[in-house]
């Protein structure tokens, strides 16, 4: 039985360990669903959803192709970071510039300092966070006060992930290009790489193709964006509010490696997206989070340490590592009442496995394309007929 059990052990492919970590991490009530997409610059490896979106077995099974996530803090590398790098390639943005020559309300001790620069590597001396849906009552009066925000630190003394650095660039990206932030992105970035299923605040229509983040009174909530800071901000921030899909993210991700490595219609100049991928202060690149070599917490042991990402608190991810000519894209909604404590933390374990087993993936040289081209799709009917069914239902049936 120990021979037989050895056997068995060898002959476990990547993609079976992918599968076996999602299912466990669901089983074990970390997240109801997920999807996750791996591939290289020119191929995708693996497209596969996983669980449901909620708790019950009634309702739909994610699909790399037509589920929407709520990516949260993903926004930042996948709109505003990307927003940033198009207006730099076009000599329309200096990262050397100080932030209140394109914001003028962004005044204080020090502040005329913090450069575009600082809030891209969170060195601008910003606290991390300000509950503005609690501080303030509209749109307006929460922009007002991340401009009015004090410093807390000298600029460029100490690296402090902060949300208020996103949200500032997100204005600076709409002071450059004298258009709103979604707009810009959309135009410049998403409709350049055919990534039609990538959009903040999504139309009722598509509710049913949205990922839940919660429940309130028995009822799943899909649509409504789960970062509460970006809903006090009209759903468009630059810290959050984003959504799209797996097969869309891979668009990004594709673009990306190409971009950086010269090859087909790069979107942005190698230059560029090697000066925002570079790793610069401790573990951050430009808008990107570098990876520490020295945990295995989210990339696991075999990611190089050239490889760059980002999470998002709703329980998304994204990882490039340019010298594998890989990435990898775990999409969940973890938030959506978990079943164990710190789900996130223990989410940090399942992308690490996902990570590894990625890596192993790639180094197999009889790993070949997966047939299905992770495009986007509309609804089906029977999707809908599903959809439709748990949409109202009691939160009992979750």
């Not at 650095?165 to 709103?180: C, F, K, R």
């Not at 164990?340 to 993936?361: Q, T």
Request: aromatic residues 6%; contains cysteine.
């Amino acid at each position: 039985m120990k021979a037989l059990a050895l056997v068995l052990l060898a002959q476990t492919t990547p993609v079976a360990e992918i599968d076996a970590a999602v299912n466990d991490a669901i089983r074990r009530g970390v997240f109801p669903g997920a999807v996750v997409v791996v591939g290289t610059a020119s191929h995708v490896l693996v497209c596969k959803g996983y669980g449901h979106f909620t708790w019950s077995p009634l309702s739909p099974v994610p699909s790399p192709d037509s589920t929407l996530f709520d990516l949260a803090s993903l926004t930042k590398v996948i709109a505003t970071t990307p927003a940033v790098m198009r207006l730099v390639d076009d000599g329309r943005l200096s990262l050397a510039s100080p932030v209140n020559e394109y914001l003028p309300g962004f005044v204080g001790d020090d502040k005329e300092r913090v450069t575009v620069r600082h809030l891209l590597e969170h060195r601008s001396g910003l606290r991390a966070f300000l509950p503005l849906n609690d501080l303030t009552s509209t749109a307006d009066d929460a922009r007002r006060r991340v401009l009015e925000q004090p410093l807390t630190w000298v600029p460029d003394t100490r690296v402090e992930y902060s949300d208020l650095n996103a949200m500032l660039l997100g204005w600076v990206v709409e002071s450059v290009s004298a258009t709103s932030l979604d707009e810009f992105a959309t135009d410049q970035v998403f409709q350049p790489l055919a990534m039609d299923q990538t959009l903040y605040k999504p139309r009722r229509a598509l509710r049913r193709r949205i990922a839940p983040v919660g429940l309130w009174r028995g009822h799943a909530i899909a649509g409504e964006v789960h970062d509460q800071n970006a809903a006090r901000l009209g759903g468009v921030s630059g810290h959050a509010g984003l959504y799209a899909t797996g097969a869309d993210v891979a668009r990004y991700a594709q673009a990306i490696l190409r971009s950086r490595q010269n090859t087909g219609l790069p979107l942005f100049r190698p230059e560029t997206v090697r000066l925002f991928t570079s790793r610069r202060s401790g573990h951050r690149a430009l808008g990107w989070e570098m990876n520490d070599t020295t945990t295995a917490d989210h990339t696991g042991t075999r990611l190089t340490s050239e490889a760059f990402g980002h999470g998002g608190y709703t329980g998304t991810s994204l990882w490039i590592d340019p010298a594998l000519d890989l990435f990898i894209i775990v999409l969940t909604n973890r938030v959506f009442a978990p079943k164990v404590g710190r789900s996130i933390s223990a989410l940090k374990g399942v992308r690490g496995a996902i990570a590894d087993a990625a890596v192993k993936l790639r180094e197999d040289k009889k790993a070949s394309p997966v047939k299905t081209s992770c495009e986007p799709r509309a609804a089906s009917d029977r999707d809908r007929e599903s959809q439709d069914a748990w949409l109202g239902g009691s939160a009992a049936r979750y």
